[in-house]
């Protein structure tokens, strides 16, 4: 039997060996338990200090290592802020150059522009000096014209008062003469009045019976005038008369189909029947009948606008000389104006396609230069990865030894440990002598 004291109340108790035993053991594995608790803390606080020192360890070589990389991050960036503010000076002294070039040829551009735009001003000055000449010519002229109109109308005055005595006279000669003297005597009559009337005013003018019979066919007189070498009017006259007492009467347009036949074999511009025939007719009475609408250029006249009719188409023409005379000069002067517009246009055009074509070139320069560029940069890279490839190498070339190169080669080790014996004798020789 075994005594125990009771560490709590101090009362004494007796058990037998089994219980003895039984409370050792219960005792024993609670120490046991409690101990074993106490090393798993003791262990827990020693990982967990490890664990702290790894974690700080881990976070040092981080740092250190992010402080590497951002110091090689620092390096890459210096180098290419070197290389952009290179590219940029480089860019710089392209654009330097393109613009000078640029500003070079726009300066002479305009240069040539100016030129042209003087030579246009001073071509618009001569040709308003010429429109102004021809304006103040035009303007004499027509002063000229109604100058001219004024002594018609009193020269045609003149004349009607003589012709209407002309008539009394024709109508008392008539009566007294037969019908092929009443002919002549108009057609004598119409070339007198030209000699005393038209000569002194027309020297060179032909007037002169037709003759010419070679065609089948012949008028009484052709008139025909010149400006200088240019023939300006030509006119077949034909001259019809009869006595009040023939029997069949003549009509006027009884002729018009001869004399419009004689007036194209002949040449002449225009055709005029003098003619004292239907002596009733208000409509040949009232002056010079226009019957163009039958037969072209072909007018009717009485006696006493002989005269008038040729002073009339001989002003009518001349002015239409003068006219297309100054329509082929103004023609001239406007085949000159738009030979300098196409001219100018053509420069412009050609300009234009000039500065087109320096701006392509430009832009082909510019595009070569950045080309060229980007060829540099892959350059330099490739270079820097060859100096790292050469940097491995040398490093690896410093590493190598005798030793790392006899490793796994028992004869070269054996050969290289004999020189170094033989290398030592000689040295130890070397040293006693």
């Known amino acids: 039997m075994m005594e125990i004291k009771c560490p709590k109340c101090g009362t004494m108790f007796t058990v037998d060996k089994a219980d003895y035993a039984d409370i050792v053991s219960q005792v024993k594995n609670q120490e046991f338990a409690a101990e074993v608790a106490k090393r798993e803390e003791e262990l827990r606080a020693q990982y967990a200090t490890r664990e702290q020192l790894a974690k700080q360890q881990a976070e040092m070589q981080l740092q250190q290592s992010l402080a590497a990389k951002a110091s090689e991050i620092e390096k890459q960036n210096s180098e290419i ?121 027309m020297p060179t003018a032909y007037f002169e019976k037709d003759n010419d019979t070679t065609q089948g066919t012949k008028g009484d007189f052709i008139f025909r005038d010149k400006v200088g070498e240019q023939e300006y009017i030509s006119i077949m006259f034909e001259m019809k008369n009869e006595a009040d007492t023939t029997a069949t009467k003549h009509r006027n347009e009884d002729f018009f189909k001869k004399l419009d036949d004689d007036r194209r074999k002949k040449g002449c511009e225009y055709a005029v029947l003098v003619s004292m025939l239907e002596p009733e007719s208000e409509l040949y009475n009232q002056g010079i009948v226009d ?105 690896k070339a410093t590493a190598l030894t005798v030793k790392k190169l006899t490793k796994g080669n028992p004869t070269m080790t054996k050969l290289f440990a004999e020189a170094k014996v033989v290398t030592e004798d000689a040295q130890i020789v070397t040293d006693e002598e």
């Not at 701006?359 to 940069?377: N, V, Y």
């Open 81 to 201: 802020n070197v290389l952009k503010a290179q590219l940029a000076s480089i860019a710089q002294t392209k654009e330097a150059e393109k613009q000078a070039a640029l500003l070079a040829e726009k300066q002479c551009l305009q240069e040539l522009l100016l030129n042209k735009e003087a030579e246009i001003a001073r071509l618009k000055a001569d040709m308003q000096k010429q429109l102004g000449d021809l304006q103040n010519a035009a303007q004499l002229q027509a002063k000229q014209a109604e100058l001219n109109i004024k002594q018609l109308n009193d020269e045609h005055r003149i004349l009607l008062e003589a012709k209407q005595k002309e008539v009394e006279f024709y109508k008392d000669l008539k009566t007294r003469m037969s019908t092929k003297m009443l002919g002549e005597t108009l057609e004598q009559h119409c070339a007198i009045l030209f000699e005393q009337n038209l000569r002194p005013m």
């Open 291 to 395: 019957v163009s609408h039958k037969y072209p250029k072909m007018f009717v006249v009485r006696p006493q606008q002989f005269i008038t009719i040729i002073t009339l188409l001989v002003n009518a023409n001349k002015k239409s000389i003068e006219l297309q005379n100054e329509l082929a000069l103004a023609k001239s002067q406007s085949v000159d104006v738009t030979n300098f517009e196409n001219q100018l246009m053509d420069f412009k055009e050609k300009f234009g396609n000039n500065y087109r074509l320096a701006s392509e070139k430009f832009a082909k320069a510019i595009d070569e230069i950045d080309k060229t560029i980007a060829h540099l940069i892959k350059t330099k890279e490739a270079l820097l990865s060859s100096e790292n490839n050469l940097r491995l190498a040398n490093d």
